[in-house]
């Protein structure tokens, strides 16, 4: 599969204290086990099964995924920016994969 | 006492419609206690209540692939006031467990949006557990036209 593509949307600026909504794409099938291919055999699960969200080392939001979750995982939070700094976005893959994204945030 | 011929056809019919209704209703109602089940163990045998949070789906969803929904709990997400973890189930779905949310002070308020797969007509669930324990339910009924699973 290709390698899966993450998207964020996030203000660059915020004042201090201030409640931002972020917004995150990830391209990925979410294949949920539960399909079959031409033959008749089952196609194994493999989907993103945890994504977090931390603030300068502090975790502000934490997901876990069931195969439930539609393709292309998409997240819409909130986060309280108390300072500059940065979100690092993670997303963990069934086969151990890790897909990781930055973003810097300054506070005016 | 006598039967008559009338009251054995009635019964007769009767005891059949049961047999036939009575198939999917079970599997229907299995579901439903393997949500109700899940929800317990999420809430640690606590009887959920209704209030504090809101799930908003679609009355109506064309396509079961890709469904938006989204929760919100009214806290100050502060101090004691505090929602540590949000569960999404789909009761009609082959496995109900949706998404877990979790939350925490940085959150600033308890709201979040995904899309998720429905496999047919069927309630979603969200129960929201706070951080002093008490715990909240909110329930939606989301038609769908095209499932979303299998293929």
Redesign the interface.
């Known amino acids: 599969m290709a390698n899966p593509k993450p998207r964020i949307k996030i203000p660059k600026t915020a004042s201090a204290g201030e409640?931002?909504t972020i917004k995150t794409l990830i391209s990925h099938e979410m294949e949920?086990g539960?399909?079959?291919d031409k033959d008749g055999n089952p196609i194994p699960r493999q989907i993103i099964n945890k994504f977090t969200c931390a603030?300068n080392g502090?975790?502000?939001?934490?997901?876990?995924?069931?195969?439930?979750?539609?393709?292309n995982?998409?997240?819409?939070?909130?986060?309280?920016v108390?300072e500059s700094g940065s979100f690092k976005f993670t997303w963990v893959d069934d086969d151990g994969s890790v897909y990781e994204s930055e973003q810097a945030i300054e506070v005016k | 006492m006598q039967l008559t011929r009338r009251q054995m056809l009635t019964l007769t019919a009767g005891v059949a419609g049961m047999a036939v209704i009575g198939l999917p209703f079970d599997l229907a109602l299995a579901a439903v206690e393997d949500t109700e089940k899940a929800i317990m163990d999420f809430t640690g045998g606590k009887k959920p209540e209704t209030g504090k949070i809101t799930l908003t789906a679609p009355e109506i969803a064309e396509n079961g692939?890709?469904?938006p929904v989204?929760i919100s709990v009214d806290s100050a997400m502060s101090g004691d006031d505090m929602v540590d973890s949000v569960i999404i189930f789909?009761e009609g779905?082959?496995?109900p467990?949706?998404?877990?949310?979790?939350?925490?002070?940085?959150?600033?308020?308890a709201?979040?949006?995904?899309?998720?797969?429905?496999a047919k007509t069927q309630n979603v669930i969200a129960v929201a557990k706070m951080k002093d324990g008490s715990v909240f339910i909110d329930k939606k009924q989301v038609k769908v036209t095209i499932g979303?699973?299998?293929?």
């Open positions: 409640v931002i949920s539960q399909r079959k603030f502090t975790t502000v939001f934490e997901c876990d995924l069931d195969p439930a979750i539609s393709a995982p998409y997240f819409e939070f909130n986060a309280k108390p | 692939n890709t469904v989204s789909a779905n082959p496995n467990q949706v998404a877990t949310f979790r939350f925490s002070e940085l959150s600033g308020s709201e979040a949006t995904t899309r998720m797969r429905l979303g699973c299998g293929g």
